[in-house]
């Protein structure tokens, strides 16, 4: 893992709302690609969001129109907004960096991503 660090997770019922955090202060470039993944038990880690000050953001289907990413320079911190969150949106949620904003777009595979973050968990109950 590399020098990303997310918080913000936690527990809440479904309907509910939760804000993720990443601290970037080692990839401030624009030229990275920052993205959101997730990673249920036994499934496999799939893309969410990504987000380039060049190209914008990109969601996956599953979270359009409900989740939304954001990058604060000032502070360094990428966001993930998740409103009228889900029991399927249960799983870890990792920040990753990627090289290059060629291509930043949350159909991604977690290989085309260099730098991770250790994860939060995500709990929503129905």
């Known amino acids: 893992h590399g020098q990303l660090v997310e918080s913000g997770g936690g527990s809440v019922q479904a309907g509910e709302s939760l804000r993720l955090s990443c601290d970037t202060s080692r990839y401030t470039s624009v030229s990275y690609c920052m993205g959101w993944f997730r990673q249920a038990p036994e499934k496999r880690r799939e893309g969410v969001a990504t987000?380039?000050?060049?190209?914008?953001?990109d969601y996956a289907d599953s979270v359009k129109g409900r989740f939304t990413i954001s990058k604060d320079n000032a502070k360094n911190t990428l966001y993930l907004q998740m409103n009228g969150l889900k029991p399927e949106d249960s799983a870890m949620y990792y920040c990753a960096a990627r090289h290059t904003w060629a291509a930043c777009n949350a159909g991604l595979p977690d290989g085309a991503f260099n730098y991770w973050g250790q994860g939060t968990q995500v709990t929503v109950s129905s």
């Open positions: 987000f380039n000050s060049v190209s914008g953001p």
